[in-house]
């Protein structure tokens, strides 16, 4: 363990649909600008950029942190996956826990295109090849959007293992939806019925349309400090970084003919274990959870590798109500990745927003009661998974 991290300014961008956005730049420079006004410093203070997204050209960090000042600051290129935002959160992280720095950038932000995700280079390996290995064994290959072939086959196999009802798997996306209608930065925020979730088209059983993050662009960043530099600056009781931790995939991934498994499982929950180590606090100690709802089938999972409930009692945890406001967690408040939208890079620093307001009591209506305690999960195939646990003093 090295320096305490500090996080002292947050900021993103208003998801939009492939289209309707600005330019990849104009998004991130507004995320950053927005943090570095929530942290009350000049860019001038920044000692390096961390610059996440995954589908653009290489150096796309500098240009997007042109307008933000020309300080000859290093700046890193970072592409994860999904877990884009998160990665490079944690590579900030290491730079002040470590004593490179005392003030950095972490940025993510993505354009995409309409449409399902799919590979821009087809003369070369498919980095998921075998995740797809796994999938045309134990399931074989559709027209469906591979992506959703994927969640959605662990989904099914959970539903077989366990007697999960679809309802079930609707009733995930209509807590999003209700939670988005309360944030004004989410794509989506119309409230829909578990019988309008069902009735939409299905994609991949059990997922249908609104059980499917959709492709979406938006910025989002985090300035972090060191202890010294937020006490020079009188910045007081900051949220911090309690714990983090990054898995890749293990031989279980591949081995035991699991979709459930594939698709990350086994890599959150040695990832959150990790970081319930480190913390020195469980699941039990946590209010607020954002978590990486790219499928409903997904979020379902997780509550299971997060320990936030055992294995197969996602279902009863669900119609309980332990999973929103007035339950015992609060899960995405901001809508996650099913109403807020899944721009890839941008993600895991949106995540990371949410929780720095819910942690700050400026949550508005999104707030959850006496919020001390936030973990943040962020997933990507292929493999990565990143937790981070957040506190306020």
Partial sequence: ?????????????????PGASDEYNVMAVNAAKAALADAKIPYSEVQAAYCGYVY???????????????????????????????????LAKQAIEGGIAECVLALGFEKMEKGALGSKFTDRTNPLEWQAGVMSKVQGFTSAPPAAQMFGGAGREYRFKYGTKRETFAKVSEKARKH???????LFNQVLSVEEILASEEVFDP?????????TCGAGAAILCSDEFAKKHGISNPVWIAAQAMTTDYESSFKE???????????????????????????????????????????ILTYEALG?????????????????????????????????????????????????WQLRGTADK????????????????????????????
């Fill in 207 to 215: 997922l249908t349309r609104y059980q499917c993050c959709p492709p």
């Fill in 1 to 17: 363990m090295g320096r305490k991290v500090n996080v002292i300014g947050v900021g993103m961008t208003k998801f939009q649909k």
């Fill in 180 to 186: 988005a209608s309360n944030n004004p930065y989410a």
């Fill in 257 to 299: 003919d699991s979709m459930i498994k594939m698709v990350g499982y086994d890599m959150a929950k040695a990832c959150a274990k990790k970081v319930y180590e480190e913390a020195g606090l469980g699941p039990k100690d946590v209010q607020v959870v954002e978590l990486h709802d790219c499928f409903t089938a997904n979020e």
């Fill in 366 to 393: 999104r707030q959850v009661p006496n919020a001390k305690v936030a973990l943040q999960h962020n997933l990507g195939l292929g493999g990565a998974c990143v937790i981070t646990m957040y506190r306020a003093d």
């Fill in 308 to 356: 936030l409930c055992e294995e197969g009692q996602a279902e009863k945890f669900i119609w309980d109500g332990d999973n929103t406001y007035g339950g015992k967690w609060v899960t995405n408040p901001s809508g996650g990745l099913l109403s807020k939208g899944h721009p890839l890079g941008a993600t895991g620093l949106a995540q990371c927003t949410e929780l720095v």
């Fill in 56 to 90: 653009g050209d290489s150096t796309c960090g500098q240009r997007s942190v042109y307008e933000l000042g020309l300080t000859g600051i290093p700046v890193y290129n970072v592409n994860n996956n999904c877990s884009t935002g998160s990665t490079a959160l944690m």
